[in-house]
Each structure stands twice: as structure tokens, then as C-alpha cells.
């Protein structure tokens, strides 16, 4: 750092090297018949604001805050514009409080600390430590904000009414821009007519549950906007309270709004999911507790419970727990034994029902699965019985086998002759007379 001109407790602007203006608070203390000149960086210096609670609450992190705490290192002619980064936690704890959220799109763009305080934290300072992460240096500035929330009843009383509107057109950090802000208050400064109009709260749809939008142009996650006023909602507002307007809403139509084209022109809202909270009419639910003097009444003297425990007689119990799904499991199992044993129509009364074509035909099925398991053996076995007729085309008789089981067939010829097969029936041959004999 070098040291300037400078004066009591005021600012001082540095210039580096690169003729780049960076801030600094500039403070003498007189010891010994000697100044003492001190520079403290305004990025560590501790920044005091002072919200109220239930009044929308937003601060912004400025790149151009902290870049004086990263030495440039460009090369000569270029600009320096490194990407930065921020993380917000509350001291001593990893995380921010409730009420505080915190976002920040790309690292080249400002950061955004909002909220909407609550009545809670009144009178209690909230020291917001806030560090910045140069992505190209891997250096880091550390800056503590301290929120310092007052009280706000008299605005809770003076603005009772309060309407949560949702826009689909915005994402939240173009809605938290104090120009955009103030064209939507505006435009609901019109259409209500208050004498006093406040933003309470803004909140993103993805923290209502929202779902991430397609990554098209122009598609916005959408936001909701919490404003209170002090007289009551106006007819347009009301409109959506409508009979056909609800059926509308129920059919996943826009509701007819007349008010709407003051909106229309920059928000995009969803007249559906507007909210209208009238908190005159809500009834107070709160007890006041009292409190004690902390001693607890006189019970008396404490007597210990008997050493001595009396017997319990457990055969009910074991009535419950074991005789009884034993005995309901005994006569299911008797039942089935019942429909398994002596219910069984027996293999000869089986086959006395069936037909004896059907009985045939299966045991040439299994005549011709034992052979084809034998022929899986030997490769060179005799022609196989199933391709032979069962039985006569004409009779119906059984046809014998042309071999028995011991006979050899390896010398057997591939195929056979129709002189050679037993009853092989004759085709009858046409007369020149038109007529069939056999």
C-alpha cells in the first residue's frame, strides 16, 4: 500500500499500478509526537444495516466491492475480470439463518442476500460472514455484514392487508433489481389505491416446490412477491374470488381479469395462484403464558414402589399366543390331507375314462421320447419308430413294432419299402370308367 495525503477517519482512493481506483478507510492515531497512519481495506472493515422485521429486506454482494482485495495480474493491456464467487454463513454456524436466502447465477455476476425478517430476531445482531473466492487466483477476502433487524408493529398495524402475487415472466434476482421492484409496486399502487404499499417478502418457485424450467430462451422459473397495504383489496383484486373465475382456475384457464393489462405489458401474472390474506378478520390464537416462581407444589413424601412383585399367571397367554394358531393350523392341515388322500381318483379310473385312441396316441408320445433319448446315444441307429403309423389309418388297430426293443437295427436300411411294411394299406387306382375300386 502506499500512503497518500489523507485525513481523519475519511476515505482515501489508491491507485495501483494499473490505474485501477481502489477504496480505503484511512485512520491516524497520535503517539509518542508521532503519527501512526493506518489503511484498512473497506472489504474488512464490518458493515452495519438495519432492516425491519417484516419488511422485504435485500442487500447486494458487488464484485467491483472486493476486486480491490485481489491484486490484478493480467497481462499488460488486458482488463482484469476474474470470476468471483461468494459464500454466506452466519458466524459460527455453516449455514444462513431461515429467513436470509442467498443467490447468485454465474460467477460473473452480483451476488444477493434477501429476506424478510421476522419478529424473532428483533434486538439481536446477525453477523453474516461473507467470503469472496477469486476463481483465478484461488484467493479469498473475508467481509462480516452485520444486520441489525428493528422493530416494525406499527407497519404490521398499519398494513394489514396483504396480497402474494405470482409472476411467471421473472426469476428472482431480476425481480430483486430496485427498478423492476418498483415498476411492479407501481403498477399494484394503480390498480389498489393504498396510501401505503410495502414489499413484505420474494420468494423463488423452486422454493415453493417449482420445477426447473427447459433451458429455452425466454423460460423463467417464476417468482412470488409478498405486498401489504393499508386499506382494503380492490374490486379488481377481488375478482378472483369470482364463482366463474374459480371454475376457470379449475379447468387449467386464465381467469378474465380486468385489471390484467396493467400487468401485462412487463409481469406476467397467474391470477390462479394469487393469495389475499386480511389479517383483521384472523383471530388471535396466542395465550399468554404465566410464569411461576419455578418451585414445584408440595407432593408429599415420596414412597418407592414395593420390593416384593405379585406372580402373574401367564396360561391365558399361552392359551392366546400358542393354542390357538396351533389348533386352527391342525385343521387346515387336516383339510388339506383330507382333499389330497381321500379325494384321489386313481391312475386306473383315469385311464378307463379317457378314450383309447387318447390313450394310444400317448403312449406313442412316450415310445417316441424313449427313442429319441436312445438315438441321442448312438447316431447310428435304425429308422425310428415315430415316423411309422400307430395304428391302421382304417381299422384303427395298434400297429406291432417292425423290430423289439433287443432286435439289431444297426443294419437296418435308412428307409424302407412300403412292400416291406405289415398292412400297409393299398391306395386305391382310378378306373377308366369314372368309378373307385379297391
Same mark, same amino acid.
Given at each position: 500500500?502506499?500512503?497518500?495525503? @489523507?485525513?481523519?477517519?475519511?476515505? $482515501?482512493?489508491?491507485?495501483?499500478? &494499473?490505474? %485501477?481506483? !481502489?477504496?480505503?478507510?484511512?485512520?491516524?492515531? +497520535?503517539?509518542?509526537?508521532?503519527n501512526? *497512519?493506518?489503511?484498512?481495506?473497506?472489504? =474488512?472493515s464490518d458493515r !452495519?444495516?438495519?432492516? @425491519?422485521? $417484516?419488511?422485504?429486506?435485500?442487500?447486494?454482494?458487488? +464484485?467491483? *466491492?472486493?476486486?480491490?482485495?485481489? #491484486?490484478?495480474? #493480467?497481462?499488460? $493491456?488486458?482488463?482484469s475480470n476474474d470470476p468471483i464467487t461468494f459464500n454466506t454463513n452466519l458466524m459460527g454456524y455453516p449455514d444462513r439463518p431461515g429467513w436470509l436466502r442467498y443467490i447468485q447465477r454465474t460467477p460473473y455476476s452480483d451476488g444477493v442476500l434477501y429476506g424478510s425478517p421476522t419478529i424473532e430476531n428483533v434486538g439481536k445482531p446477525t453477523v453474516i460472514e461473507i467470503t469472496a473466492y477469486n476463481r483465478r487466483t484461488f484467493e479469498t477476502a473475508r467481509h462480516n455484514l452485520i444486520i441489525n433487524i428493528m422493530s416494525a408493529e406499527e407497519l404490521d398495524f398499519l398494513l394489514p392487508y396483504q396480497a402474494e402475487f405470482f409472476i411467471k415472466n421473472m426469476n428472482v434476482e431480476e425481480m430483486l433489481a430496485s427498478e423492476v421492484l418498483g415498476d411492479f409496486l407501481g403498477a399494484v399502487k394503480n390498480v389498489w389505491q393504498p396510501e401505503r404499499l410495502n414489499a413484505i417478502n420474494i420468494t423463488s418457485a423452486l422454493d415453493r416446490g417449482g420445477r426447473v424450467p427447459l433451458p429455452i430462451n425466454d423460460m423463467k422459473e417464476g417468482v412470488y412477491v409478498m405486498v401489504g397495504a393499508d386499506v382494503p383489496f380492490s374490486s379488481c383484486l377481488r375478482e378472483v374470488e369470482n364463482p366463474q373465475n374459480q371454475l376457470r382456475c379449475s379447468q387449467?384457464?386464465? #381467469?378474465?381479469?380486468?385489471?390484467?393489462?396493467?400487468?401485462? &405489458?412487463?409481469?406476467?401474472i397467474d391470477w390462479c395462484k394469487i393469495s389475499l390474506v386480511d389479517k383483521t378478520k384472523q383471530?388471535?390464537? *396466542?395465550?399468554?403464558?404465566?410464569?411461576?416462581?419455578?418451585?414445584?407444589?408440595?407432593?408429599?413424601?415420596?414412597?418407592?414402589?414395593?420390593d416384593t412383585l405379585k406372580s402373574r399367571d401367564y396360561y391365558s397367554d399361552f392359551l392366546i399366543t400358542l393354542a390357538v394358531p396351533s389348533a386352527v393350523a391342525l385343521v387346515l392341515f387336516l383339510i388339506l390331507a383330507y382333499i389330497m388322500c381321500c379325494r384321489r381318483e386313481g391312475v386306473e379310473k383315469r385311464n378307463m375314462q379317457?378314450?383309447?385312441?387318447?390313450?394310444? =396316441? =400317448? @403312449?406313442?408320445? %412316450?415310445?417316441s421320447t424313449k427313442e429319441l433319448r436312445e438315438m441321442s446315444k448312438n447316431r447310428e441307429i435304425g429308422w425310428p419308430l415315430s415316423t411309422l403309423p400307430v395304428f391302421h389309418p382304417v381299422t384303427g388297430e395298434i400297429v406291432?413294432?417292425? =423290430?423289439?426293443? @433287443?432286435?439289431?437295427?444297426?443294419? /437296418?436300411?435308412? /428307409?424302407? &419299402?412300403?412292400?416291406?411294411? #405289415?398292412? %400297409?394299406?393299398?391306395i386305391p387306382q382310378q378306373q377308366t370308367a369314372g368309378k373307385w375300386y379297391p
Open positions: 500500500a502506499f500512503l497518500l495525503s @489523507s485525513a481523519e477517519g475519511i476515505n $482515501g482512493t489508491i491507485n495501483w499500478k &494499473t490505474k %485501477q481506483p !481502489n477504496s480505503y478507510i484511512i485512520s491516524r492515531i +497520535r503517539a509518542a509526537e508521532k501512526v *497512519y493506518t489503511i484498512l481495506s473497506k472489504v =474488512h !452495519n444495516v438495519y432492516p @425491519s422485521a $417484516g419488511v422485504l429486506f435485500v442487500h447486494v454482494l458487488e +464484485r467491483e *466491492y472486493f476486486k480491490g482485495e485481489f #491484486p490484478p495480474y #493480467p497481462k499488460p $493491456g488486458e482488463i387449467e384457464m386464465e #381467469p378474465v381479469i380486468t385489471c390484467d393489462k396493467k400487468f401485462r &405489458t412487463q409481469f406476467n383471530v388471535s390464537t *396466542y395465550q399468554e403464558v404465566i410464569r411461576g416462581e419455578g418451585i414445584l407444589p408440595d407432593g408429599g413424601e415420596y414412597k418407592p414402589p414395593s379317457t378314450p383309447d385312441i387318447q390313450l394310444v =396316441h =400317448h @403312449s406313442a408320445i %412316450q415310445k406291432p413294432p417292425l =423290430h423289439t426293443d @433287443s432286435y439289431d437295427n444297426t443294419s /437296418m436300411p435308412l /428307409m424302407q &419299402t412300403q412292400q416291406n411294411l #405289415p398292412l %400297409q394299406t393299398q
